[in-house]
């Protein structure tokens, strides 16, 4: 069985750091590009960050863009986000998503999130 | 950078009817980078379609995706209790970056 479990989660103060962890099981993890997706309170779908199954690349969205990092430890199957300089507006579910074997376009498994927020 | 629009924002039915979710891209994309997923109240999102028209793993065969070019399309053909739920349509772009649209909710009538 899949399992995507994240950790980490927490209350912040702006400007502060937090690092997010992802402990994957139930597949190969080398096999699969990894993301994270937030969802702020009441509202859609965001995608934060990709990283590829080898962990060679890493790509973000502009508004995380020097302020986050994402990386892999392929011998643990763990994945991380790092945060730093948090801002308010960083406040939301933040979901471990397994993008699909065969290709990498949708996410076929999601953790059941972490809840971060960034409040003075 | 492609927008994904959903309507409508709200579908009001009753269980047993069918349901039809419309997701319009900004610009043409392929068929192979559209999902849909559905989010019921405080779980994660479950994939339900990718490619555009290919059902995940367990997803229940009254679930079906179509569309092409800009204009996609969910239609669950007999809603279930289970059914009602927010669903959203999410695309593959360039760079690469990932866009989802902004949900309809599918509620009970």
């Known amino acids: 069985e899949v399992q995507l479990l994240e950790s980490g989660g927490g209350l912040v103060q702006p400007g502060g750091s937090l690092r997010l962890s992802c402990a994957a099981s139930?597949?190969?993890?080398?096999?699969?590009?990894l993301s994270w997706v937030r969802q702020a309170p009441g509202k859609g779908l965001e995608w934060v960050s990709t990283?590829?199954?080898?962990?060679?690349?890493?790509y973000y969205t502009d508004s995380v863009k020097g302020r986050f990092t994402l990386s892999r430890d392929n011998s643990k199957s763990t994945l991380y986000l790092q945060m730093n300089s948090l801002r308010v507006e960083d406040t939301a579910v933040y979901y471990c998503?397994?993008?699909?074997?065969?290709?990498?376009?949708?996410?076929?498994?999601w953790g059941q999130g972490s809840l971060v927020t960034v409040s003075s | 950078e492609i927008v994904l629009t959903q309507s409508p924002d709200i579908l009001s039915l009753s269980p047993g009817e069918r349901a039809i979710l419309s997701c319009r891209a900004s610009?043409?994309?392929?068929?192979?980078?559209l999902g849909w997923y559905q989010q019921k109240l405080g779980q994660a999102p479950r994939l339900l379609i990718y490619?555009?028209?290919s059902r995940a793993t367990g997803i229940p065969d009254r679930f079906s995706g179509s569309g092409s070019g800009t204009d996609f399309t969910l239609t669950i053909s007999r809603l279930e209790p289970e059914d009602f739920a927010v669903y959203y349509c999410?695309?593959?772009?360039?760079?690469?970056?990932?866009?989802f649209g902004q949900g309809t909710k599918v509620e009970i009538k």
């Open positions: 139930g597949f190969t993890f080398t096999s699969h590009a």
């Open positions: 998503v397994r993008h699909c074997g065969s290709n990498w376009y949708n996410f076929d498994y």
């Open positions: 490619g555009a028209s």
């Open positions: 999410q695309q593959f772009g360039s760079s690469p970056r990932y866009s």
């Open positions: 610009q043409s994309i392929r068929s192979s980078y």
């Open positions: 990283v590829t199954d080898g962990g060679g690349a890493t």
